[in-house]
């Protein structure tokens, strides 16, 4: 039924293809560039749904960058409800040159495993990481970028830490390479793990004993609230106190450091968009009034008012819908091919979303004055060139 | 009549018919003025970062840091250490003889920002008393310095106003003990995101021996070299020396090329589209006097007249647009403050500042489109046959 007016929203588009074109291009432009703005904001905004509740992530309360000592672990592991503890140190390591940063974190292998089920090895791989003093693991898409193969010596510089020898060439020997369990995951498979062993004899005695931050497997999501709080009860008034939160909420923490950013992002996108709006706003209003002969002929043949109000609207929202979605697909394509891998700036859900409620906010801020006057016209003086 | 005055009597003439296109050439004001007024904030964002940034660093002026380190946060000086750098001849002295050289502990603490709960990363700067007259640029706008000895703090004036619970008075848990905030100060520099105390006092309560830093005063900019030379030849020292300026240009080199790669692209897609617009306009402006472009071509008028009117009202038109958008930059974000990720991984609170060069780059870009705007309608309405022009 409606598919029948369809040619005559597009004869009414083509009616001058320059301007159409021009037209969608700018929105092309536009959307391409709120949509790659939201898709940035919603990566500050912390999109990491993927990780459950069921994980905690225990850091000093004055900051995570100062490390937690080691014997805190007992006690967070007699906190009813806790499953698997596991501590992570930054390692903060550069492979060849300062330009070849990637994370590195050492760990304790067992207790890693534990609290990290979504990284997949063989059994082997994972034995032999266990058993090597001066094992690393890492991830595939690490592996991938360096050419990695397990048995190579890495050899990475440290910028925090410094050997009892005091120079920072540390040397991990690579005994196995982890893949994510799922698609999520595996995209976040571009760090490194190390083995706490090798990494706490060889460092300046001074940092001996210092663990970083504790990740708590919690066996029950439901419960993880409580036992954060019971954690850091546990350690209130002390010299350690601590601040525990779902990792989610850690990573948040982390990407929230870009502070006002996110709010100007936003304040572009808005004032792309108003401009967007008074562009093709005028635009609309310039080709409705081109055609007032032509709509009058549209009503003499028949055609209700409200079908040629529905006509106007329909022309302004597939403007509208063909621009967003020509700048949209450009969003998707580029990201991935200027940025590196490292930077996970994709379109996604949110962005989409928010792209459609733009299309039609703006279809109708855009549409509805011309296809007001489109409706309210009288034939007699439209025909009259009145 | 020469060229000149055809172009001169037509451009004019020209202009004073833009009234009659008015819904038409407020497509180009707004659209170039969106283009404009996002450049120029966003820009005026580069450049008050880095402004603050160069700010902090005296050439007279030079840091010492654990060689390889990449930053105060990682860097780490026993206190033997950073007594033999102290004695350096190349060090100047103050009244008192003593060595104008402070050694300086950088801890991370976290600070909830205004309106939120969750914390920002602030620096806690741990100074010893040559600190003040090393840098003769802070003043204490209000309160007073903390005590030797006892858990207080003077606060930076870009902490105390991005982040919440900073006024004289008021008091800061870290580690288990508190501290209270007894004074403000202004350097005008990066040291205005931070939390200074006293070195010792920050030690014992952070559990930390040595400093991350030592700053001195050098007895003139010549002396770095030697300075240098000295220290990393030192067998008792692994250190690296560098000026302040380079220092502080390297720890915030990467947040301000990321705003700057930010700048470039959204600029250049908004430009693209705004292109667009200006096409758009100008193309309806050219078939609207289509009738009057062939009537002047009829009664003698050349081409180049003709490019130069459209030309003329497209830039014209850029001008007040990018104008408009300059100034609406300038009236919502000078002086804007905001703060974001600097170096050692805590905050950098900084303020937007709109500069007259700014501005200029501004406008630049607005007559660059208004130009190319112009120039392919501008080329087909002198292209228009006579006869079919007058047909209208």
């Known amino acids: 039924m409606l598919v029948k007016y369809l040619p005559l929203v597009g004869s009414a588009l083509l009616r001058k293809k320059t301007r159409t074109a021009f037209t969608l291009a700018s929105l092309a432009m536009a959307f391409l560039l709120i949509g790659l703005l939201q898709a940035v904001n919603s990566v500050l905004a912390g999109g990491a749904d993927f990780l459950g509740a069921s994980r905690l992530i225990v850091q000093a309360k004055t900051s995570f960058t100062q490390p937690l000592p080691m014997r805190l672990l007992p006690q967070i592991e007699s906190v009813p409800g806790v499953e698997f503890v596991s501590h992570s140190q930054f390692f903060g390591g550069v492979y060849q040159d300062a330009r070849n940063f990637f994370p590195q974190f050492a760990v304790n292998p067992q207790r890693l495993f534990d609290t990290y089920p979504e990284w997949i090895l063989p059994d082997s791989q994972r034995r032999a990481f266990i058993s090597t003093r001066d094992g690393a693991i890492a991830g595939r898409l690490l592996a991938e970028k360096y050419g990695w193969k397990v048995g190579d010596i890495i050899p990475l510089n440290s910028f925090i830490w410094t050997k009892t020898d005091g120079t920072r060439a540390w040397e991990w020997r690579l005994v196995g390479i982890f893949d994510g369990r799922d698609e999520e995951w595996s995209k976040r498979a571009g760090l490194m793990y190390l083995n706490y062993a090798q990494f706490d004899e060889a460092r300046v005695a001074g940092a001996r004993g210092l663990a970083g931050v504790f990740a708590v497997y919690v066996n029950d999501p439901m419960q993880s609230e409580r036992i954060a709080a019971a954690i850091d009860k546990k350690f209130e008034n002390s010299s350690d106190e601590t601040k525990t939160q779902n990792e989610q909420e850690f990573q948040l923490g982390f990407l929230k450091q870009f502070g006002d950013i996110g709010f100007i992002l936003n304040a572009i996108s808005g004032a792309v968009f108003f401009t967007i709006l008074i562009l093709t706003g005028y635009t609309m209003s310039q080709a409705v009034r081109e055609r007032i002969p032509e709509l009058a002929v549209l009503k003499c043949l028949g055609f209700t008012d409200r079908i040629v109000l529905a006509l106007v609207l329909a ?21 991935p091919l200027v940025l590196p891998p490292e930077y996970p700036v994709r379109i996604n859900a949110d962005a989409w979303l928010f792209v459609t409620v733009a ?8 549409g509805l004055p011309p296809a007001l006057r489109a409706m309210r016209l009288k034939i007699v003086d439209a025909l009259a060139g009145r | 009549m020469s060229t000149l005055t055809q172009i001169r009597e037509i451009v004019l003439m020209n ?19 969106g283009v404009v007024g996002v450049l120029v904030a966003m820009l005026s964002m ?46 100047a002295r103050a009244d008192d003889s003593l060595p104008l050289a402070s050694g300086e502990l950088i801890v991370v603490t976290e600070v909830p920002r205004k309106g939120e709960t969750g914390g920002a990363n602030v620096s806690l700067r741990g100074v010893e008393p040559k600190a003040f007259p090393l840098r003769p640029e802070l003043r204490l706008v209000e309160g007073r310095l903390f005590r030797p000895g006892l858990r207080e703090l003077i606060v930076g004036d870009g902490a105390f106003h991005e982040f919440d619970g900073l006024d004289i008075g008021r008091r800061l848990k870290f580690r288990g003990s508190y501290w209270t905030v007894v004074g403000h100060f202004k350097t005008d520099d990066a040291h205005d995101s931070e939390l200074w105390a006293d070195l010792e006092t920050t030690q014992s309560a952070f559990g930390r021996s040595g400093v991350s830093s030592v700053l001195v005063r050098l007895t003139s900019v010549d002396a770095f070299d030697s300075l240098k030379l000295r220290l990393t030849e030192d067998p008792q020292l692994n250190v690296d020396v560098l000026t302040e300026r380079e220092f502080f240009s390297a720890q915030s080199a990467s947040t301000t090329s990321t705003i700057r790669i930010i700048t470039t692209v959204v600029t250049i897609i908004m430009a693209i589209g705004a292109l667009f617009g200006a096409l758009n306009t100008m193309y309806s402006a050219v078939s609207a006097r289509t009738a009057e472009i062939g009537t002047l071509r009829a009664i003698g008028f050349g081409s180049a007249p003709v490019v130069a009117s459209v030309m003329a009202e497209a830039m014209a038109l850029s001008l007040i647009g990018g104008s408009l958008g300059a100034g609406i930059a300038y009236a919502l974000f000078n002086g804007y403050s905001v703060s974001t990720l600097g170096g050692n991984f805590t905050q950098i609170a900084f303020n937007f500042a709109v500069t007259p060069a700014l501005v200029m780059q501004g406008l630049v870009w607005a007559l660059v489109i208004g130009f190319l705007g112009g120039l392919f309608p501008a080329v087909r309405a002198a292209r228009l046959p006579v006869t079919e022009a007058l047909r209208g």
């Not at chain 1, 979605?325 to 394509?333: E, K, Q, R, S, V």
């Not at chain 1, 299309?359 to 855009?366: G, Q, R, Y």
């Not at chain 2, 450049?47 to 946060?73: C, D, F, H, Q, Y």
């Open chain 2, 46 to 91: 580069s450049a008050g970062l880095s402004k603050t940034l160069t700010a902090t660093g005296n050439p007279n002026r030079a840091i010492i840091l654990r060689g390889g380190s990449n930053g105060e946060l990682t860097s780490f000086l026993d206190r033997a250490s950073a007594t033999l750098i102290k004695h350096d001849p190349a060090i």
């Open chain 1, 359 to 366: 299309v039609i906010v703006l279809a109708t801020a855009v």
């Open chain 1, 315 to 335: 022309e302004s929202l597939a403007l509208c819908v063909l621009g967003a979605l020509a700048g949209m697909a450009l969003a998707t394509i580029i990201p």
């Open chain 2, 15 to 33: 202009l004073r018919s833009i009234p009659q296109r008015l819904g038409a050439s407020f497509v180009i004001i707004i659209g170039i003025g």
